[in-house]
């Protein structure tokens, strides 16, 4: 992969340059210097432009609704000419986004993974995913950058991203950002003079700011791979799966925040007098109507196994390998907007105390426990 | 959208030609598609596969389909129970619909060729069972023993019933009837479903044997014990599994349970894969 240098105040260019190609450039922007983590995406404007933000804390609402809308039409049922008339909509923008972190690009290729990689292509994901452009920005500023609930280092998909971005920028702290390339198109920006050849220098501050940030993370644990193994094996007694579902509120917002969560429902809704429009909308496997047939049964009663579903469909080798990428990224999100605390890494941590009783109880006990 | 891509959520129309009672708040649904093209594609499904179905202004769901692909005729069969259903039972002859599919895995009917066939049904659970039985009558000299037993709560709540006429009457099949209350018109078996396996005279074979298992839960979890104690193999018992779904191709993550979707992976799955899925059906 390519890489260059520009300097600091120059960094913006890259918006410009997107801007001028035609892409409609979404950005991240802060709502206030005092509200730190009141951060969101949104378009850049000539009006906004210079409020774009490079370091931020990641905005809660993730940037998959750039590529899987929150709502997204499919089609729309005319039925004024005495038949139905079904026309399919679709939008594939020119867009960029500019600023995404290291877990969202991830993210992103989980959702291709899911969406494309699988016998049946979903048409409206391919439509909007195709002329998406990512330019990654590393999360180099440990006071800003990364939230207290960020554990991207243990899902191994931060603080750098290492592919699936068009560009990648990095502060190198000294009034210079290093930008790599991760495809042509990435490639073809460096003809602008504002880019200047690196040296060894400026790598070997890469791979030393990399290093310190990596030590900078306040959410870390080593039991993620284990947890894996744990969940894939069914190892986890009832009863933790019944202590973590006691925590859940049901709120969904885990799986609303989260850039991996894939569900969706479909309906249908009246828009005029002649016209019915199917439309997909985010849903979420903490909710109790999610599995609910109609006639009343619900396979997945217990908000327990509720629970144990999503960390079980995010962490299960099955999955993984299924998809060639883990759904779960590190971002924290889930952790931070959980009121139950039973995010991603406090999962991970009551599993990790779970076991550990359970391997004392069959040591007294004499035998296997699970 | 560029040419030769394929919108896997667009439904094909088509329309309903008649509609049939069955039983009470059951219905089957006679319909073809609008394109010949279309009928001609979807004609071509397994016996266990579903279709998504939709009602426009209300919704779409998936319903199996009772026909077999060696029949001429489409038709659902649909219990009347939430909106979607509700929306298709308000529908006349000659009103509007549309349908997409076929979907899921279907039974691998050419993998049992030269086996016995059990077939146990509880109530509405014929309906996907109702495609293989057909299937198997028509490829007759392929099967060795055909059995059928089928339960209902009274007499009143036996559908198909032309068909389950002709299956009582055709050598070919020894087909068991058996209702959970009796009344007055009815002078057959009275007991679940299962207590028709030790009636005198009943022999199940359980060598070479494939049981097709479909019916509510609690039914279904008797019967598989009982298929077990007679010494059938997991392997051998086969059902078809009923989730919520909205997409029936994989991506909206209702029907997920376990490692598997049930719209994709399923949803026809062997006894002994049901018990890994490792969680309620």
Not at chain 1, 129 to 150: G, K, Q, T, Y
Not at chain 1, 282 to 299: E, I, Q
Not at chain 2, 219 to 245: A, H
Request: aromatic residues 10%; positive net charge; glycine residues 8%.
């Amino acid at each position: 992969m390519k890489a260059r240098i520009l300097n600091h105040d120059q960094v913006l260019t890259v918006v410009d340059l997107l801007r001028a190609r035609g892409y409609e450039v979404i950005a991240p922007f802060c709502r206030d210097e005092e509200s730190r983590r009141d951060t969101f995406f949104d378009v850049v404007t000539d009006d906004n432009r210079a409020h774009v933000r490079v370091h931020v804390a990641n905005p809660f609402y993730p940037p998959k609704r750039y590529v899987l809308p929150h709502i997204e039409r499919l089609f729309r049922i005319g039925t004024g000419s005495g038949t139905f008339d079904i026309q399919p909509t679709y939008e594939h923008p020119k867009r960029a986004i500019f600023g995404i972190r290291s877990c969202d690009v991830a993210g992103i290729w989980h959702l291709d993974r899911f969406y494309l990689g699988r016998e049946f292509r979903d048409t409206y994901y391919e439509q909007r995913r195709r002329n998406l452009f990512l330019v990654n920005v590393v999360c180099s500023d440990p006071n800003v950058d990364i939230a207290d609930e960020c554990f991207c280092v243990c899902a191994d998909t931060g603080p750098a991203a290492r592919d699936h971005f068009d560009l990648q920028l990095m502060d190198l702290h000294d009034g210079e950002f290093m930008a790599v390339a991760g495809t042509p198109a990435g490639e073809a920006l460096f003809a602008n003079p504002v880019f200047r050849k690196g040296t060894e220098a400026h790598v070997e501050r890469r791979r030393a700011i990399l290093s310190d940030v990596r030590k900078r993370f306040k959410t870390t644990t080593s039991w993620f791979p284990a947890t894996v193994r744990y969940v894939s094996q069914g190892k986890i007694l009832d009863k933790t799966w019944e202590e973590i579902g006691n925590r859940c509120l049901e709120c969904g917002g885990c799986t609303y925040v989260c850039p991996a969560c894939t569900c969706f429902t479909v309906t249908d809704r009246k828009v005029g007098p002649d016209e019915i429009e199917r439309v997909r909308i985010w849903d979420s496997c903490a909710l109790g109507g999610f599995t609910r047939m109609a006639g009343g049964h619900n396979p997945r009663k217990a908000v327990h196994d509720r629970r144990n579903r999503r960390f079980f469909r995010k962490l299960a080798h099955y999955f993984i390998q299924r998809e060639l990428s883990m759904a779960c990224l590190g971002c924290g999100r889930c952790a931070a907007v959980c009121h139950g605390d039973v995010g991603m890494p406090s999962v991970v941590e009551m599993i990790r105390r779970a076991m550990g009783e359970t391997g004392r109880l069959s040591a007294t006990a004499g035998g296997e426990q699970s | 959208m560029s040419a030769g891509a394929e919108n896997i959520y667009l439904p094909k129309l088509a329309v309903l030609d008649r509609v049939q009672d069955e039983i009470a708040e059951v219905k089957t649904f006679y319909w073809h598609f609008e394109d010949p093209e279309e009928q001609r594609r979807f004609g071509r499904f397994r016996p266990g596969q579903f279709a998504q179905v939709s009602v426009f202004g209300t919704g779409e769901f998936p319903l199996s389909l009772p026909p077999s692909p060696t029949e001429a005729q489409t038709f659902f069969t649909a219990r009347q129970v939430g909106s979607c259903s509700g929306s298709l039972h308000a529908l006349k002859p000659g009103d509007q619909f549309a349908v997409r599919g076929p979907y899921g895995n279907g039974f691998p009917m050419e993998d049992y060729y030269g086996k016995n066939l059990v077939f146990v049904a509880g109530g509405i659970g014929l309906i996907p069972l109702r495609s293989c039985i057909m299937y198997a009558l028509a490829h007759r000299e392929k099967f060795q023993r055909i059995q059928i037993f089928l339960g209902a709560r009274t007499s009143r709540d036996l559908m198909y019933r032309e068909d389950l006429r002709r299956w009582e009457q055709s050598a070919g099949v020894e087909c068991h009837l058996t209702v959970d209350r009796a009344d007055p018109a009815w002078n057959g078996h009275v007991g679940v479903v299962g207590s028709l396996f030790k009636k005198p005279g009943i022999e199940v074979p359980v060598d070479n044997t494939i049981a097709f298992v479909c019916g509510p839960p609690i039914m279904f979890r008797f019967v598989i014990k009982d298929l077990l104690n007679m010494g059938l193999p997991e392997r051998c018992i086969v059902s078809t599994l009923e989730r919520y779904m909205k997409c029936g191709v994989g991506k909206c993550g209702h029907c997920c349970i376990g490692v598997a979707y049930v719209c994709v992976d399923g949803p026809v799955f062997t006894y002994e894969q049901i018990k890994k899925l490792g969680e309620d059906i």
